[in-house]
């Protein structure tokens, strides 16, 4: 089996760079590929979709869902997947963005900046669901000054924990990819 993960910022492709061969077994390849935001994504599906047609090849589209309704844009998503003849694309949409994902692995953070005490404020009303964050980036730059999207996640990539993690999306995202490898014609 080989993946191809069409993300939406260079960001993603850093966390997912990082975590795939976590997650993935041995024997299943992939590629990550970045875009220039959420534009340069959507223009991009149908044509990478139509492009590589073997059987053994399966696309996984991740984007954030920032101001978007999250139903209406994967129902979106998924129909451009249709369209383009690959339904058996997974769409994941990241509630509401990929610093939600950090926010629900506080322990994660403080490990990549050094920080003491950012673990124990995991248990606080706002980490419990960082995906109801309207905007987790800045949330993250109020913990970590000077906080930047690429460097913040290279830096906190590696210390991020499967499990756990109080994302409902990262978690969305983490079994949507295990059943996919698990079950492909499912």
Request: charged content about 30%; aromatic content about 6%; proline content about 6%.
């Amino acid at each position: 089996m080989h993946l191809v993960f069409l993300l939406e910022e260079p960001s993603m492709k850093a966390v997912l760079d990082e975590l795939l061969p976590r997650v993935l077994p041995q024997e299943v390849t992939y590629l990550t590929v970045k875009h220039e935001g959420k534009t340069d994504l959507e223009r991009s599906i149908p044509k990478k979709l139509r492009a590589i047609r073997t059987p053994e090849t399966f696309f996984v589209i991740v984007r954030d869902q920032d101001s978007s309704d999250c139903v209406e844009l994967k129902l979106r998503l998924a129909s451009l997947c249709r369209e383009a003849g690959r339904p058996d694309t997974l769409v994941r949409i990241v509630c509401h963005e990929l610093e939600s994902w950090f926010l629900g692995d506080l322990a994660a953070v403080e490990r990549a900046f050094g920080k003491t005490n950012l673990a124990a404020q995991q248990t606080k009303a706002k980490y419990r669901d960082p995906d109801r964050l309207a905007n987790p980036a800045q949330e993250l730059a109020k913990l970590i000054p000077g906080y930047q999207k690429l460097g913040g996640a290279r830096d906190i990539a590696p210390h991020m924990n499967l499990t756990g993690n109080r994302s409902r999306s990262f978690q969305a995202f983490l079994s949507g990819l295990q059943r996919l490898v698990s079950e492909p014609d499912a």
